[in-house]
């Protein structure tokens, strides 16, 4: 067996982890194969080449339109893709991107087309839409549960094998970062995903960024703790805020409240933070946490 690919479990053997390159880091990251069904291709054109040589691969569900989950469907020409309606549009339509993550004429624009470059990102024509609920039969043995979790992108969803309890939450990564920084990212719809996840009986939770977690208390746990990365954000933005002294979101610009350290994309990450802090704001005016004063928001 080639490194990269691992079972996952003894009693269900044609369901297989397939680790992303570079550890699954972006721009890679990690698939599950399910029979002749493989979640995401993002795990590097290279290992996308030897796994379609070892098994055969007819359909592709699509977790979500992000670049590193879906890199590699122009190497699978011959399957069909699947995913939801919401994420459909910009699949089919790569050079949208830049709009949704809001580059659009800003300085990462061009790094960013370079990296999809690099990708060789390509439209890919989508053959049926997944739905929140739905039961995908797979051979005789699987029965794929869509779980529709908004929040990371409108359309995204997680994947729950029913007979083994094997899970793929995709960008509900449970690592520690918890990113909603597009144009069709949504804080409240983050949040009650992670509610709803919480919901089900998962006793293998694979993720796209950080691989296998194990065991159904673990899991819920991590859960709660992902959530818990978004209450911390809410209270370090809550605590700028005085009941005298308007703030601004501007004012938040480059303060590393989201990104501990920017790394070499600090162009990027500057722009998805104050995203981010906007989705905030929304949040903490709704819960009646801050209101406007002048042309800012003071403590309630
Ligand atoms: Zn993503
Ligand atoms: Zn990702």
């Known amino acids: 067996m080639k490194h990269f690919i691992q079972p996952i479990s003894e009693e269900y ?18 698939s599950l194969l399910i029979d002749d069904f493989l ?5 590097s054109s290279r290992l996308l080449r030897k796994l379609k040589r070892i098994y055969p691969i007819n359909n592709v569900l699509l977790s979500h339109w ?5 890199s590699g469907n122009r190497l699978l020409p011959y399957a069909k893709f699947h995913i939801h309606s919401k994420d459909k549009f910009l699949i089919e339509n790569v050079s949208k991107f ?45 029965n794929i549960r869509v779980i529709h979790t908004p929040g990371h992108t409108a359309g995204h969803c997680a994947f729950l094998e029913l007979n083994s309890k094997i899970a793929f939450l995709a960008d509900i990564d449970l690592t520690n970062f918890v990113f909603y920084a597009g144009i069709d990212s949504n804080l409240s719809d983050f949040e009650e995903s992670l509610n709803k996840l919480n919901e089900f009986d998962i006793r293998t939770a694979v993720t ?4 296998i977690i194990e065991g159904e208390k673990v899991i819920k746990e991590e859960l709660s703790k992902y959530k818990s990365i978004i209450y911390q954000r809410d209270e370090r933005i809550l605590s700028y805020f005085s009941e005298t002294n308007p703030k601004k979101i501007i004012d938040f610009k480059r303060k590393n409240i989201i990104y501990k350290n920017y790394s070499q994309f600090k162009e990027y990450e500057i722009i998805a933070e104050m995203i981010m802090i906007q989705k905030h704001f929304d949040k903490l005016i ?15």
């Open 286 to 300: 709704k819960n009646r946490k801050i209101k406007q004063k002048g042309n800012g928001y003071v403590l309630r």
């Open 39 to 43: 979640i995401d291709t993002g795990i």
């Open 208 to 211: 796209g960024h950080r691989g």
């Open 13 to 30: 053997k044609k369901i297989v982890f397939i680790k992303g390159a570079r550890y699954g880091k972006y721009p890679y990251s990690h």
């Open 66 to 70: 992000h670049e590193d989950h879906t």
């Open 98 to 142: 830049n709009e949704f993550y809001g580059i659009s004429n800003s300085p990462s624009e061009e790094e960013f087309e370079w990296l999809m470059e690099g990708l060789k990102l390509e439209n890919t024509k989508i053959d049926t839409l997944l739905e929140d609920n739905q039961i995908i039969k797979v051979g005789n043995d699987f």
